[in-house]
């Protein structure tokens, strides 16, 4: 992933299972109202930040905060009005939705780009393709040794997300069936922090956002597809969803203008430096 530098004061603070923060500008900004707040997602996050730099640098009364904490975090302080934007790597469930109105919220929905949950492995793993029912059985504790999916004697580290996490969720979805995941598996608080733990674990399993990808991990093929841009925009791959920002109804005023920037040809070009998959037109 890109990062950018900016114009102006730039704050940035990032911790493994912690929020990230991106602040810039003034106080005289927040005095003006001219301050917008985006929560939730570490899968949205790295598109959030990039796209608030650049934003800020062509409007400079603007102030974006940019937090993480989980796809969860975020819908929350939507529906509780402590945020501008929610970011979320899952869609908004229907008894949120409901939450929402009753406290007079009307839940917005923007796709801003698209993902695939890629599996990853250490480097030095033999095995280089697995089947959505091979990823199954290994988070659901069917399967325990690596030599029963072609690989070396030795006993899986499975790593997983926390239940907060849109990225959870959506590989709760669309690889696991919606059954629990083994109680052993290792739990992370972000993207980030999965793949550190696999590129620092010879025998372990994981699963990141496309973004997320590097050299320090190896995704595996997934029923014989590669997690590409190509194949999450086609749709080809399993593992392939959306990613999100809400609004508590219609935007306004910046938050308006931010949103159409994302969106926009400049934004989309950001959705794909970060690592992740434009949304077609």
């Known amino acids: 992933m890109k990062k950018r530098t900016t114009q102006g004061l730039l704050v940035f603070a990032a911790a493994l299972g912690a929020a990230c923060i991106v602040a810039f500008g003034a106080n005289a900004a927040f005095a003006a109202g001219k301050e917008i707040t985006i929560k939730g997602s570490t899968t949205v996050l790295p598109i959030a930040q990039a796209a ?27 529906l509780d009005r402590t945020t501008h934007i929610a970011a979320s790597s899952r869609r908004i469930k229907p008894e949120e939705v409901e939450k929402a109105r009753a406290k007079g919220v009307n839940p917005n929905e923007i796709v801003v780009a698209l993902d695939g949950i890629a599996v990853i492995v250490h480097p030095s793993n033999p095995v280089n393709a697995l089947t959505k029912t091979q990823i199954k059985d290994i988070y659901t504790g069917k399967i325990s040794n690596w030599k029963d999916v072609g690989g070396r004697d030795s006993k899986i580290v499975v790593v997983s997300r926390d239940t907060s996490s849109g990225t959870y969720e959506a590989f709760e979805t669309l690889a696991i069936d919606k059954e629990k995941v083994r109680p052993d598996a290792l739990t992370t608080a972000s993207n980030q922090a999965v793949a550190q733990t696999v590129a620092q674990t010879p025998l372990a399993i994981g699963y990141v956002g496309h973004g997320y990808l590097g050299k320090k991990v190896k995704d595996v093929t997934v029923d014989g597809v590669t997690c590409t841009r190509q194949n999450i925009q086609s749709g080809r791959y399993p593992l392939s969803r959306k990613l999100y920002m809400y609004t508590p109804g219609k935007p306004e005023g910046d938050v308006a203008k931010f949103i159409d920037f994302v969106l926009g040809k400049d934004g989309q070009k950001i959705v794909v430096e970060e690592g992740f998959v434009d949304v077609p037109k």
């Open 52 to 78: 608030a730099e650049e934003f800020m640098d062509r409007n400079p009364g603007v102030v974006i905060s940019v937090q993480g904490g989980g796809s969860g975090v975020g819908i929350a302080a939507l």
